[in-house]
């Protein structure tokens, strides 16, 4: 086997946690390939103790402490300096010598990124292969937040969407490939950046269809008799926010009028003092951190995605499905997904469309609906078949 370097930004598990499922999946198959050196950050106090299931799937590692609150002030000072504020971020001493070192001691020919503040820490390395995966375009991301937020917060996204956007392409320049989670990233991605256009590429994410399977038994976490809509996700993430605050300002109150008994769920970790201030309205519970999100899945009436900003691939769309599982969106959480509209799930734009799309489903038990959508991720989102395409790549002459 030879060596691999692995630079990914957050710690690559747990493999149930939406923002890290897709590194986690690309740690386990590149382990499988290669003699793995993973550098990754640790930004959150829980996660250190998953150093070790982490560690053992890898021949070296560098997991450095990263303190969000001083992340930000050091990040500030990009603005001085005319770059990202998303570089600065990440930007680790520690980090650099041990890749430096690895590099030297290992000699190693190939090297995957996985988000792009991380290729910092590669750019002297031009003699080996180079893949990155963007995931999204995430200059894009703050984009769309400029365009939601008053100023001065507008002005500062449009500055980072600006900023990132340059590094990006850079990136993209220096890199020998450029992978996103979806067709529509890679193209939006081919406009923005049309110099690196033969490099761009992409790998769907994938589901883990024998863990999130409606097939197990779960204990319900409703009362009884109660008819809940869902909503899952990071809450500290603020397209999720948004969402969640959107569905509960202008959609739950029209399906609390028809149904006044229905409850709106909103289960993920970290929920910021907005999205906790829901629980205060009527029918709505914000659960925090559970220890498994397929029980809420499982016997939930309807999952909903209500994303107004949206990049890339919605896993938690995904593990709705997987899980039969009806699903209404929006076309912002559609975006990227492989299912037909009407058939694997409802997308509706706008509150009352999104509210009568629930209340379709709500009104009968369409069996067929669940059927077709975990058919779809089983026949589209395979890790092992979707991960092929990245191993192609460090292999290409």
Known sequence: ???????????????????????????????????????????????????????????????AKLDPKLARL????????????????????????????????????????????????VTPYAQARRVIDFCDVDSDKWRQYAEQKPWPMSWLYRREART??????????????????????????????PESDAKIGHFNNGVDTEYFSPAHAYVNPYADGERAVVFTGAMDYWPNVDAVQW??????????????????????ARPTPQVQA??????????????????YLAYAAVSVAPLRVARGIQNKVLEAMAMALPVVVTPQALEGVKAEPGAD???????EPFAQAVLRVLGADDQALRARARERVEQHYSWPSNLANIEARLECN
């Open 345 to 351: 799930l409802l997308l509706a734009d706008g509150a």
């Open 278 to 295: 829901l629980a205060g309205r009527p029918g709505v519970t914000v659960t925090g951190t559970v220890p498994d999100v397929r029980p």
């Open 164 to 193: 990132l956007l340059a590094y990006e392409r850079e990136v993209a320049r220096q890199c020998d490939s450029a992978l996103f989670a979806t067709e529509p990233e890679a193209q939006l991605f081919r406009q923005l950046a």
């Open 1 to 63: 086997m030879d060596d691999l370097l692995l630079l990914v930004h957050r710690i690559p598990y747990p493999p149930n946690k939406g923002d890290k499922i897709r590194s986690y999946h690309l740690l386990r198959h590149l382990a499988a390939r290669y003699r793995v050196h993973l550098g990754t950050f640790v930004d959150d106090p829980d996660d250190w103790q998953h150093v070790e299931r982490v560690r053992a799937l890898c021949a070296g590692s560098h997991f």
């Open 247 to 268: 569905f509960c300002d202008e959609v739950f109150p029209r399906l609390r009028e028809r149904l006044p008994d229905l409850r709106f769920y909103v289960v993920g």
């Open 74 to 121: 050091r990040s500030l000072g990009a603005l001085a300096a005319g770059h990202a504020l998303s570089f600065d971020y990440y930007r680790d001493a520690g980090m650099r010598e041990w890749v430096e070192r690895t590099m030297q001691e290992r000699r190693i020919e190939r090297v995957v990124v996985f988000s792009s503040p991380m290729a910092q820490y």
